[in-house]
């Protein structure tokens, strides 16, 4: 593997962590911090309360998508691990589909939210190449 191959590598590891940091923490962030607020107005004046997803009971679809942005955000982690083996490759296009999904699902409510963490585990899994990582540095070097 060239110095410029083990770069990009490096840059797609780094970015698979970034990506899948931002994905979980802010699906994290969606359930547990009151970050909803509700507002009613009151003799005129607004009286507002902050709550939680779990405070606030949402629905199913809602957890769904919030654990499977959970899921792919500890998935593009972990592949950061590894610069470019074939499980690296498999697992980040899977955390970049995943993604997607919580995106397209999600994109009228909390949806929207996902978007920079999936473009980044997206630009991840485009970054990595199958065939180039340390199992085949063995092939190279007898050929």
Not at 2 to 10: E, F, V
Not at 67 to 73: E, K
Request: charged share 10%.
């Amino acid at each position: 593997m060239t110095s410029a191959q083990q770069g990009i590598a490096r840059l797609a590891s780094r970015l698979a962590l970034i990506g899948g940091l931002i994905q979980a923490l802010v699906a994290l962030g969606l359930l547990l911090l009151p970050v909803f607020t509700t507002c009613i107005y009151v003799d005129g004046a607004p009286e507002c309360h902050s709550q939680s997803y779990l405070q606030q009971g949402g629905s199913l679809v809602g957890y769904l998508i919030l654990t499977l942005a959970i899921l792919a955000g500890v998935v593009a982690v972990l592949s950061s691990q590894d610069l470019n083996s074939p499980k690296a490759v498999l697992s980040r296009w899977l955390a970049a589909s995943a993604g997607v999904i919580v995106v397209a699902v999600g994109i009228w409510s909390i949806g929207i939210v996902f978007m920079p963490g999936t473009l980044v585990i997206l630009l991840s899994a485009l970054l990595t190449r199958p065939g180039r990582g340390a199992d085949r540095t063995h092939e190279a070097k007898d050929a």
